[in-house]
């Protein structure tokens, strides 16, 4: 039995010299560790399910760990998207406070609504993800990672292992590379691997299933051709590419807030699983909100119809897929309000 896991570091998609730092010092770090295969993959959101980036993460068998510059919800349903399965594995190192999961957990129970995940077989193996805002100091991300390992004492199969059985092929584009470094220090086992790929940014909706009721709002709102359905007839994201890049006028519509857009400037659309209301100030009542007095689905049509434009076709208002009931929503916190509270936060006042 070995306690070997593998950790999988999601590098920003900014080249931030400070994040670059953080995220060298962690894999530094764990490579004085025993037992850790450690994977450095560009942005998880920006690679493409076929890249040799995912085919690696697909080949991990165990429990996983991943670190990434995004909430924790956005990087578990980027990997599932991407057919990487598993539980959601508890993760105490984390920027949203416990008081606001028990909430969360508190309102789950009360609801009866059937989801997309009750449906679902998930594999015997847990995802932890932890996202790199959490600590500016790589120590309490390598502590989390061991606790973690201390943890998990069943055997999975080493990175290593399946990286040596990967076939890099000549099919794979061009632009991708990889390099597999060993590392045989003193601790002796640990195995570093990364993968450079170049892609670009990519913007696109990721399906929280565990929230998702597959009610088909979404597809019926988008006039882009992002959505689709499997063959059992759940909602997916089939063509992510088509989406428009910076809108994020979907994840307004989705009554369960169950659509995330990764890198949108606004906590609630970016897959914080906290609340408006959970802000410890309120700062609207500072600073002016320029949405205010609108409901989500207004704020939503007009982002479709500037989309819409853009493209030369005619705007279409509220007048097209947009469900009665969700006519009256309210508006998420303004995308002015939270980009003041990021520069507040980067400010590590
Ligand atoms: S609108 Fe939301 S809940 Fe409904 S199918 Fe789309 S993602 Fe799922
Ligand atoms: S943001 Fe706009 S284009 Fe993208 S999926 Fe949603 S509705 Fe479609």
Not at 26 to 50: A, F, R, S
Not at 103 to 114: L, R, V
Not at 224 to 237: A, E, K, P, S
């Amino acid at each position: 039995m070995s306690k070997r896991i593998s950790v999988v570091i999601s590098q920003s998609p900014s080249k931030n010299p400070a994040k670059r730092k953080l995220e060298e010092d962690i894999v530094l770090g764990l490579m004085l560790e025993p037992g850790i295969d450690v994977t450095v993959v560009p942005n998880l959101y920006d690679i493409k399910t076929d890249s040799t980036g995912m085919l690696a993460l697909k080949g991990v068998g165990g429990n996983m760990i991943v670190a990434a510059w995004l909430y924790e919800r956005a990087a578990h349903w980027i990997l599932d998207r991407n057919g990487i399965h598993g539980h959601v594995g508890q993760v105490l190192l984390t920027s949203e406070s416990d008081e606001d999961e028990d909430e969360d957990e508190a309102s789950a129970g009360e609801d009866e609504k059937s989801r997309v995940i009750d449906t679902r077989e998930i594999p015997n193996r847990k995802i932890y993800a932890l996202d790199l805002r959490s600590s500016n100091k790589a120590q309490s991300f390598i502590d989390e990672i061991k606790r973690i390992q201390g943890e998990n004492a069943v055997q999975v199969v080493g990175l290593g292992d399946i990286v040596g059985g990967l076939s890099f092929s000549s099919s794979q584009p061009a632009s991708l590379s990889s390099e597999t470094v060993i590392a045989n220090g003193e601790t002796g086992d640990s195995v570093l691997n990364r993968i450079e790929e170049t892609g670009g940014r990519r913007w696109y909706p990721v399906i929280d299933y565990s929230r998702c009721t597959n009610c088909m709002e979404c597809i019926d709102f988008c006039l882009f051709g992002v959505y689709g359905v499997d063959r059992i007839d759940t909602i997916l994201v089939e063509q992510p590419d088509n989406c428009r890049k910076g809108c994020p006028a979907c994840s307004r519509v989705c009554p369960e807030n169950a659509i995330m857009f990764p890198q949108h400037k606004t906590p609630a659309i970016a897959g914080s699983s906290e609340s408006a209301a959970s802000m410890k100030i309120d700062l609207s009542q500072l600073f002016g909100a320029p949405a205010e007095g609108k409901t989500a689905s207004e704020i939503a049509s007009i982002e479709r119809d500037e989309q819409l434009i853009m493209v030369g076709r005619d705007a279409v208002g509220q007048g097209a897929g947009i469900a009665k009931r969700q006519q009256d929503r309210e508006s998420a916190p303004s995308d002015d309000l939270d980009d003041l509270v990021d520069e507040l936060n980067d400010l590590d006042i």
